[in-house]
């Protein structure tokens, strides 16, 4: 489904990794490792096509990337949380829905959050919560998410012991359920379901 | 289509609601830049009905330029901006969004407060009119343009200067038929055609503005 082909990336005057490729079906899960500065980053922007590669091509489905087709099924959660500080966690969960062209009702959006443990909290400015807390609210975007392609930069970053494992839990639940992943982490994290491939950058 | 512009809008004026001192103080600057004039100058009602149009249309310019700059920057920083250029439809759409957004927080506050400075230059009900058709039709396309340069600058250190630099010249078509509009009235000779070349200009960058735009932001997300 998702496939990379001799991609190379230059930042700057460096060039972070050349020829790099795989190929990844549904139900499989990529886990990018590598050191600070190995271009893992640089990888997932290319991958969700906001970096162009140097050289290379990735095809999503057999075709390229530069469709809307491919946003349509791709969502991505970078290092920054993409909440906005004034709204509250259920405004922000909806304007992204929004924002996004999903449906999702308030409902769905209340029970997210539920899930994510900001019961409570749902009315509340998010300028008010904690650094954790935020990066809930972005992932309370997962729960309901059906789109196929997951691209996840660092998740578990600022999350607990019990978040972690709920992470861990919906992403394998993504996987049963035919979808892709691609993530990077630090942490080595068990995910209980589907094929989990490593790629290490160097 | 209409849906997605919908919505940005929709999220950017609650943000805007939530954040009010930038419209305030954008609307304030307006304001006080106005009134002082006719406190330099004097009680001449003669020169003051020549300076009104270009006081008032230069003091909007300024005041559309302040709230510029944090236009897409909020949003880069939050990580927002990637996700809009994520999402499965043209970037230029979301920035026509913006673009109107900005407007309806900084241009239609100035139009609608203007008629009231008018009358301390001494302005007929004719020229305030016209006056405020003028701004109302005109800052569209001071939001247009100016989202370029927003787009351009964004993420740079000092681009609060850069952009004014970028931007002002531009400026100066709709400066010119702004105010002239005006000073057809004044002088009798009718406003209509410099309306309808503000017209044009906003119908222009509007429709290109948020493009470019667009493309200069996906070049800043790289």
């Given at each position: 489904?998702?496939?990379?082909?001799?991609?190379?990336?230059?930042?700057?005057?460096?060039?972070?990794?050349?020829?790099?490729?795989?190929?990844?079906?549904?139900g499989?899960l990529?886990y990018?490792?590598?050191?600070?500065?190995?271009?893992?980053?640089?990888?997932?922007?290319?991958?969700?096509?906001?970096?162009?590669?140097?050289?290379?091509?990735?095809?999503?489905?057999?075709?390229?990337?530069?469709?809307?087709?491919?946003?349509?099924?791709?969502c991505y959660l970078?290092?920054?949380?993409?909440?906005?500080?004034?709204?509250?966690?259920?405004?922000?969960l909806?304007?992204?829905?929004?924002?996004?062209?999903?449906?999702l009702?308030?409902?769905d959006a209340?029970d997210a959050l539920e899930q994510v443990g900001l019961?409570?909290?749902?009315?509340?400015?998010?300028?008010?919560?904690?650094?954790?807390?935020?990066r809930r609210v972005a992932l309370a975007r997962l729960v309901k998410e059906k789109r196929p392609l997951w691209i996840l930069d660092e998740p578990f970053v600022?999350l607990d012991i019990a978040a972690v494992d709920w992470l861990a839990g919906i992403i394998s639940g993504h996987l049963q359920r035919g979808g892709l992943a691609v993530m990077?982490t630090?942490q080595?994290v068990d995910i209980p379901a589907g094929?989990v491939?490593?790629?290490?950058?160097? | 289509?209409?849906?997605?512009?919908?919505?940005?809008?929709?999220?950017?004026?609650?943000?805007?609601?939530?954040?009010?001192?930038?419209?305030?103080?954008?609307?304030?600057?307006?304001?006080?830049?106005?009134?002082?004039?006719?406190?330099?100058?004097?009680?001449?009602?003669?020169?003051?009905?020549?300076?009104?149009?270009?006081?008032?249309?230069?003091?909007?310019?300024?005041?559309?330029?302040?709230?510029?700059?944090?236009?897409?920057?909020?949003?880069?920083?939050?990580?927002?901006?990637?996700?809009?250029?994520?999402?499965?439809?043209?970037?230029?759409?979301?920035?026509?969004?913006?673009?109107?957004?900005?407007?309806?927080?900084?241009?239609?506050?100035?139009?609608?407060?203007?008629?009231?400075?008018?009358?301390?230059?001494?302005?007929?009900?004719?020229?305030?009119?016209?006056?405020?058709?003028?701004?109302?039709?005109?800052?569209?396309?001071?939001?247009?343009?100016?989202?370029?340069?927003?787009?351009?600058?964004?993420?740079?250190?000092?681009?609060?200067?850069?952009?004014?630099?970028?931007?002002?010249?531009?400026?100066?078509?709709?400066?010119?038929?702004?105010?002239?509009?005006?000073?057809?009235?004044?002088?009798?000779?009718?406003?209509?055609?410099?309306?309808?070349?503000?017209?044009?200009?906003?119908?222009?960058?509007?429709?290109?503005?948020?493009?470019?735009?667009?493309?200069?932001?996906?070049?800043?997300?790289?």
């Amino acid at each position: 489904m998702l496939e990379a082909d001799n991609l190379e990336c230059v930042r700057g005057e460096r060039r972070l990794f050349a020829g790099l490729g795989f190929k990844l079906e549904a139900g499989e899960l990529l886990y990018l490792q590598g050191k600070n500065g190995s271009g893992k980053t640089s990888l997932l922007r290319m991958l969700i096509g906001l970096l162009p590669p140097e050289t290379g091509e990735i095809r999503w489905k057999g075709e390229s990337i530069k469709s809307d087709e491919f946003r349509a099924d791709l969502c991505y959660l970078g290092h920054l949380n993409a909440i906005k500080e004034e709204l509250t966690p259920l405004e922000n969960l909806l304007a992204s829905a929004h924002l996004a062209d999903e449906a999702l009702s308030e409902d769905d959006a209340l029970d997210a959050l539920e899930q994510v443990g900001l019961a409570g909290r749902e009315d509340l400015a998010c300028k008010y919560l904690s650094q954790g807390q935020k990066r809930r609210v972005a992932l309370a975007r997962l729960v309901k998410e059906k789109r196929p392609l997951w691209i996840l930069d660092e998740p578990f970053v600022a999350l607990d012991i019990a978040a972690v494992d709920w992470l861990a839990g919906i992403i394998s639940g993504h996987l049963q359920r035919g979808g892709l992943a691609v993530m990077t982490t630090h942490q080595l994290v068990d995910i209980p379901a589907g094929t989990v491939r490593e790629l290490r950058l160097s | 289509m209409f849906r997605i512009i919908a919505a940005v809008i929709g999220r950017d004026l609650k943000l805007a609601m939530r954040r009010q001192s930038d419209i305030v103080s954008a609307l304030f600057f307006f304001i006080i830049v106005v009134s002082l004039f006719p406190l330099g100058i004097g009680p001449e009602p003669e020169l003051l009905r020549k300076l009104a149009p270009g006081v008032l249309w230069v003091a909007a310019l300024l005041a559309t330029m302040l709230s510029l700059p944090r236009m897409f920057a909020d949003d880069h920083r939050d990580g927002t901006l990637e996700q809009l250029a994520l999402a499965p439809h043209p970037l230029g759409l979301v920035v026509t969004g913006k673009v109107i957004a900005h407007w309806l927080v900084s241009g239609l506050p100035l139009a609608l407060i203007a008629p009231v400075l008018g009358i301390q230059f001494d302005l007929s009900t004719d020229a305030l009119v016209v006056l405020t058709f003028a701004i109302l039709i005109g800052t569209p396309a001071l939001s247009g343009i100016g989202a370029i340069g927003a787009a351009l600058t964004m993420g740079l250190r000092g681009g609060g200067v850069l952009l004014s630099l970028l931007v002002l010249p531009l400026y100066i078509p709709v400066l010119i038929f702004g105010a002239g509009a005006v000073d057809a009235t004044v002088s009798g000779l009718g406003g209509e055609g410099h309306l309808s070349l503000l017209a044009a200009l906003t119908f222009a960058s509007l429709g290109f503005a948020p493009w470019a735009s667009a493309a200069a932001l996906k070049i800043a997300l790289e």
